[in-house]
């Protein structure tokens, strides 16, 4: 809104003329983003003390040495979507079709995820909504937003990372490859917010990795250079993009060990769909494998855990996902969290020497 509404005084005011570049814009979606959160982040916590908010519920099953996190507010994660929703609608061009459906996908899985904490909340249950409901509306989202992309004439074309000439028509398979990499990425996420400020970092390495992506996929110069996919309108995701990372920047304030306040599934479930989405837009859904490695290596231990006990009766890990594993072990939380930071920055820099080794 401000980008057009400014944009209309560029004839009488030439200066005007610097919110064309995205790099600029993407600059002040940060500073407007990070701003957001630090200042509305500690009165939302207040507010939650304040009308008896009863904290996040915790596992029966979990470490013991959760017992000290009983009562921390959570749905911290409202704060972060809201600031990466204004930020973005206030700086980016709202005629980009991907902007739109960035913001939809942020919103609705924003909403499943506060609907899931206030039962958690409120109800303290544990277990929220339950597994096949959330399923289903997360599915019915991810196959909408496919059915949209192939309206808008979207290619259906699967690029491989370090082979330039490889690619893959995916046809009928474009809408459940969707659904899985926005789901997939979604309940990734979720499963990793599970030791204060573990998720958000490398929600944040994600994004900025993507946005670099998106910003030179977006250049038909930079993407035939380099030989990857020019995708005319990625470039204003990187306004989205910045603002995810500013937004998890600011929460981290609040959200480092010990934690103030939790992301909550609202936060989790709908950064999760979008990095999902955006991977799915600037074409290097792949990557996201290696980017995400740590989303990855959460969900696939569940995955492997779940199957094997119930084959085996025994268990792989000491307890699921794996960073409880590492808690068991003997291994205090932050150099937990801090060590999984460490191996999401290294995933994203190999992930960005595939923009070369091609």
Not at 84 to 93: F, R
Not at 95 to 118: E, P, R, T
Not at 186 to 204: F, K, Q, R
């Amino acid at each position: 809104m401000l980008y057009h509404l400014l944009l209309s005084f560029q004839s009488e005011y030439s200066w005007l003329n610097v919110f064309r570049y995205t790099t600029f814009r993407a600059m002040l979606a940060f500073f407007l983003s990070f701003t957001f959160v630090l200042f509305f982040q500690p009165i939302f916590i207040r507010y939650l003390q304040k009308v008896g908010h009863k904290g996040q519920p915790i596992r029966e099953n979990g470490p013991k040495s959760h017992e000290v996190k009983k009562g921390t507010p959570t749905m911290g994660g409202l704060v972060v979507v809201a600031a990466v929703a204004v930020s973005t609608l206030l700086l980016s061009d709202l005629s980009n079709k991907y902007i739109w459906l960035c913001i939809c996908i942020l919103i609705g899985f924003g909403i499943l995820g506060y609907v899931d904490d206030s039962r958690k909340v409120f109800k303290q249950n544990p277990k929220g909504i339950s597994g096949p409901t959330k399923l289903f509306w997360q599915t019915s989202m991810a196959v909408a937003v496919a059915v949209v992309l192939l309206n808008l004439g979207f290619s259906s074309e699967l690029h491989f990372p370090f082979l330039k000439d490889l690619s893959w028509q995916l046809g009928i398979f474009f809408v459940p490859f969707v659904v899985l990499v926005i789901v997939g990425a979604s309940n990734a996420v979720n499963l990793t917010d599970g030791l204060d400020g573990l998720a958000i970092g490398p929600i944040m390495t994600v994004a900025v990795t993507y946005s670099i992506f998106a910003y030179l996929g977006g250049r038909e110069d930079f993407a035939s250079y380099l030989g990857i996919p020019h995708i005319a309108g990625t470039g204003e995701l990187t306004i989205f993009l910045s603002a995810i990372f500013a937004a998890g920047l600011g929460f981290l304030w609040y959200n480092t060990f010990p934690a103030q306040v939790f992301m909550g599934d609202i936060g989790a479930l709908s950064l999760g769909a979008v990095l999902g989405l955006v991977s799915i837009i600037v074409k290097h859904e792949l990557v996201l494998i290696i980017t995400g490695g740590i989303f990855v290596m959460e969900a696939v231990s569940v995955i492997v855990q779940r199957y094997y006990f119930k084959l085996t009766k025994k268990r792989i890990f000491r307890m699921a996902p794996i960073h409880h594993h590492f808690e068991l072990k003997g291994w205090v939380e932050p150099k937990i969290i801090v060590r999984f930071w460490i191996i999401s920055i290294v995933l994203a820099f190999i992930s960005l020497t595939t923009l070369k080794l091609r």
